[in-house]
Nanobody, 127 residues
Framework: QVQLVESGGGLVQAGGSLRLSCAAS????????MGWFRQVPGKERDFVAA????????NYADSVKGRFTISRDNAKNTVYLQMNSLKPEDTALYFC????????????????????WGQGTQVTVSS
């Protein structure tokens, strides 16, 4: 089992940057593809970005391409989401998720493929 703890959220002005971190417990972090999703109250959870087990493959939602970068440090059991040029529409609760997969190239954008979820960290972008 994996426990995920997000951090790094906060309040930022439009155009600013934040870096989210997600620390994972356990010794098999490199067996998991990792993803970031976000949710606004009253709406479904949306895919943001994903990264394969080794970090060689990344996948982004069209809405964040060119602004957000996902990365991971398997030695530190941590995945990051660098968010630049933030917009008010990026305001949401951001979740980290882990997908236990045997497919090395997997970086899924599909919520149901993820096995473990963190509690979320709030990102608020003011205009």
């Amino acid at each position: 089992q994996v426990q995920l703890v997000e951090s790094g959220g906060g309040l930022v002005q439009a155009g600013g940057s934040l870096r989210l971190s997600c620390a994972a417990s356990g010794r098999t972090f490199s067996s998991y593809a990792m993803g970031w999703f976000r949710q606004v109250p009253g709406k479904e959870r949306d895919f943001v970005a994903a990264i394969s087990r080794s970090g060689g493959i990344t996948n982004y939602a069209d809405s964040v391409k060119g602004r957000f970068t996902i990365s991971r440090d398997n030695a530190k059991n941590t995945v990051y989401l660098q968010m630049n040029s933030l917009k008010p529409e990026d305001t949401a609760l951001y979740f980290c998720a882990a997908d236990h997969t045997f497919i090395g190239r997997s970086a899924s954008n599909t919520e149901y493929e993820y096995d473990y979820w963190g509690q979320g960290t709030q990102v608020t972008v003011s205009s």
